[in-house]
């Protein structure tokens, strides 16, 4: 995942440059799944996430990706930073669309508990959400060496991102006695639709721990 910050009113153009020269670049790596784009054009924020099918794939893509995170933050004149997480969570009942919301939660957890956790979320989490008339897709991913933790829910709209957010209250106060700490809440929408999977499950994939964080 990269973040992207720099000015709102160049948020457009990060788009263009992220569709038309990005994802042509990753596209034509091997063992790439596909790149998506959310951004908050209020805060010139930004969330750039390729797929990978594996820790091999993911190593090989560096050298040609970083260059093109470096660009990117060049053309919001800001700064990228780059997180690494293997997706343990996916539930995705239908496609995402341009304009659809995501809302993007951070976490931490002691490392030991993240598969409970995960387990939990399925069984606890999802069913909640499923019952919210727009929800789209939830996908949960952890970075095992920090215990740090995001997940990533999309609604058809705005409206129905706070009806689950009113909806999930309690399963918070749940979620922190289990132990996880809620260090933020953030909402996108989505720029770019453009990871490859058959239908419209989202692939889940691992990814190879690297230093949680770089600034490019």
């Given at each position: 995942?990269?973040?992207?910050?720099?000015?709102?009113?160049?948020i457009?153009?990060?788009?263009?440059?992220?569709?038309?020269?990005?994802?042509?670049?990753?596209?034509?790596?091997?063992?790439?799944?596909?790149?998506?784009?959310?951004?908050n054009?209020?805060?010139?924020?930004?969330?750039?996430?390729?797929?990978?099918?594996?820790?091999?794939?993911?190593?090989?893509?560096?050298?040609?990706?970083?260059?093109?995170?470096?660009?990117?933050?060049?053309?919001?004149?800001?700064?990228?930073?780059?997180?690494?997480?293997?997706?343990?969570?996916?539930?995705?009942?239908?496609?995402?669309?341009?304009?659809?919301?995501?809302?993007l939660?951070?976490?931490?957890?002691?490392?030991?508990?993240?598969?409970?956790?995960?387990?939990?979320?399925?069984?606890?989490?999802?069913?909640v959400?499923?019952?919210?008339?727009?929800?789209?897709?939830?996908?949960?991913?952890?970075?095992?060496?920090?215990?740090?933790?995001?997940?990533?829910?999309?609604?058809?709209?705005?409206?129905?991102?706070?009806?689950?957010?009113?909806?999930?209250?309690?399963?918070?106060?749940?979620?922190?006695?289990?132990?996880i700490?809620?260090?933020?809440?953030?909402?996108?929408?989505?720029?770019?639709?453009?990871?490859?999977?058959?239908?419209?499950?989202?692939?889940?994939?691992?990814?190879i721990?690297?230093?949680?964080?770089?600034?490019?």
């Amino acid at each position: 995942m990269s973040f992207v910050h720099g000015e709102p009113t160049r948020i457009d153009e990060l788009v263009e440059f992220v569709t038309w020269t990005v994802k042509p670049a990753t596209d034509r790596l091997a063992g790439n799944l596909g790149l998506g784009m959310w951004v908050n054009r209020s805060s010139g924020a930004a969330l750039v996430m390729s797929v990978w099918s594996d820790e091999a794939s993911l190593i090989a893509s560096e050298t040609a990706v970083t260059q093109l995170r470096d660009d990117g933050a060049a053309v919001m004149r800001g700064i990228a930073t780059v997180e690494r997480y293997e997706t343990t969570l996916v539930d995705a009942v239908m496609p995402h669309r341009v304009g659809n919301v995501m809302r993007l939660v951070r976490m931490a957890c002691d490392p030991r508990r993240l598969d409970d956790h995960t387990r939990w979320t399925r069984d606890n989490v999802l069913p909640v959400m499923r019952r919210v008339p727009g929800y789209l897709s939830h996908v949960v991913a952890v970075h095992r060496g920090s215990g740090r933790a995001v997940s990533m829910s999309t609604y058809r709209d705005g409206s129905d991102a706070d009806i689950a957010y009113a909806a999930t209250a309690p399963i918070r106060t749940a979620a922190v006695n289990r132990g996880i700490t809620i260090d933020g809440v953030l909402q996108y929408e989505v720029a770019l639709v453009g990871i490859r999977a058959a239908g419209p499950q989202v692939p889940a994939q691992r990814s190879i721990d690297l230093p949680t964080e770089t600034l490019v």
